[in-house]
């Protein structure tokens, strides 16, 4: 499949699909309820280059702040398009549907739940299931007619539904169906302006999900533009390459109209290097390739650091997800071989070919994160690094941190007031505690685990 088969869909101002150039995105992380710092937030990004820009819109409460946002940016000549992130709420999502240019729901919870149960249905049984949804997205996707707006489905590995992952597992192929339904439900009712994503902290599910979602539109005969991020990316060079891996591998494969570069740090960070990968089908070219007994080997004599990272990065995951590698040697003469061999451990980690480290799993946070999620991260890898098989969390919120932190051993989630939580695995062992507390506990919990 390539990006050039998918239809094209407006978005405000802007159009995807089609061979048109790729967007790049971001999201904003202030409360949208504070509507100076949101608006500020906003500003910036634009400046960065930031052609959409997304924002939480976690209640009702939010939406009116939306109407102001917008009309506050449209006053001074901002007219990026908006978008909503809603998730789960359908009310919320049909009054932003009126607003923006855009709106992102979630299969996985907009109808169903998600309560780690197995759900034994019978066709007929899913086959309600299904209807009830159709019916319950309906006055959506009629609002998103009347006013020109286009919807993201964006389904996430943490967040499917019981009743898909009952049927299908917890894989990539649940997540391609699990938007599948969705894509149904939008054609039943005629509606095109559609976007989609496929989102897991891990690169390899995340392109494996891309990748069938790509092929079953193919095959159905109408493919809609694709988003493509690696959620839960961390933050610095280790957020990059793991993002670089992900998105690139696709954007290699010819996947892919719209990318988000999601890290822990100020959004607008993300700007820069998600326009370097937008580079990348070109840049590739000036790149060596060779594989032998499974060991790929990149030479490129790139002086810029970024450039290099993000190019290498995706042609590694480009060719790994392709014919799985067994290792990595990078060559750049403008660096020296401690800082190839290190470029070459991170990318074989966001690989999960090779642990060199511990696995950090952050969200980028939004307005649902009520603590200083990228200083405790900064404290979360300076106090549990040198873990190669342990995987840590740290998660904006309640709401959806526990479920996409997915796979980590351990966790901190973010509650009110500045507190956080810890986890094991997926339960809850702290009630919301200060960050210093809790980051006690946490390592209490790890050396316990390190030492049994
Ligand atoms: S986990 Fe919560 S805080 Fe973090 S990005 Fe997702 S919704 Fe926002």
Redesign the pocket.
């Known amino acids: 499949m390539i990006s050039n088969s998918s239809i094209q869909v407006k978005i405000g101002n802007l159009r995807l699909g089609s061979g048109l150039p790729l967007i790049v995105q971001s999201m904003t992380n202030t409360d949208t309820a504070n509507i100076p710092a949101t608006l500020q937030q906003v500003r910036q990004l634009v400046l960065s280059g930031c052609q959409m820009i997304r924002l ?1 819109v976690p209640s009702l409460r939010e939406v009116e702040c939306l109407r102001q946002i917008k009309e506050a940016l449209r006053s001074e000549g901002i007219d990026n398009p908006l978008i909503a992130d809603v998730h789960f709420n359908p009310k919320v999502a049909e009054e932003c549907a009126k607003i923006v240019e855009k709106v992102r729901v979630n299969p996985g919870n907009y109808v169903d739940k998600r309560n780690f149960q197995q759900l034994d249905l019978t066709d007929t049984e899913y086959q309600e299931s299904l209807e009830k949804m159709a019916l319950r997205a309906k006055p959506l996707l009629q609002i998103c007619k009347e006013h020109g707006t286009a919807i993201r489905i964006g389904t996430n590995h943490g967040s499917l539904c019981d009743r898909i992952v009952s049927r299908y597992g917890n894989t990539p192929l649940a997540m391609a169906m699990s938007a599948m339904e969705w894509v149904h439900i939008c054609q039943q009712y005629d509606f095109h302006n559609v976007v989609l994503s496929m989102k897991s902290s891990n690169a390899q599910t995340m392109v494996e999900a891309t990748r069938l979602l790509a092929d079953k539109m193919q095959a159905e005969g109408t493919v809609f533009p694709l988003h493509l991020g690696v959620t839960e990316a961390g933050a610095g060079d280790e957020g990059r390459v793991k993002s670089a891996v992900g998105i690139g591998a696709l954007l290699l494969a010819g996947i892919g109209n719209t990318i988000r570069v999601s890290l822990t740090e100020p959004p607008e960070n993300e700007i820069p290097f998600a326009q370097l990968l937008t580079t990348v089908p070109n840049e590739k070219q000036n790149v060596n390739v060779q594989v032998e007994n499974g060991i790929l080997h990149l030479t490129y004599h790139q002086e810029d650091y970024y450039t290099w990272m993000a190019t290498v990065a995706a042609m590694a995951g480009f060719e790994h997800f392709t014919r799985p590698i067994k290792d990595l040697i990078i060559d750049n003469q403008y660096f020296t071989k401690d800082q190839n061999q290190r470029l070459a451990d991170m990318i074989l980690q966001a690989c999960r070919v090779k642990f060199s480290q511990t696995e950090f799993i952050s ?4 307005g ?2 009520q603590y200083d999620i990228q200083s405790v991260l900064q404290m979360v890898k300076e106090r549990f690094a040198g873990y190669p098989n342990l995987k840590i969390g740290v ?3 309640i ?3 526990p479920g ?1 932190m997915a796979d980590a051993d351990f966790g901190i989630v ?1 509650a009110t007031h500045g507190k956080v939580s810890v986890y094991l695995g997926k339960q809850r062992v702290t009630p919301p505690l200060p960050v210093d507390e809790a980051l006690r506990i946490m390592e209490s919990l790890i050396q316990l685990k390190i030492k049994n």
């Open positions: 939480t969200c980028p946070s939004c649902r994160t998660m904006g919120c709401v959806n941190g996409e973010g």
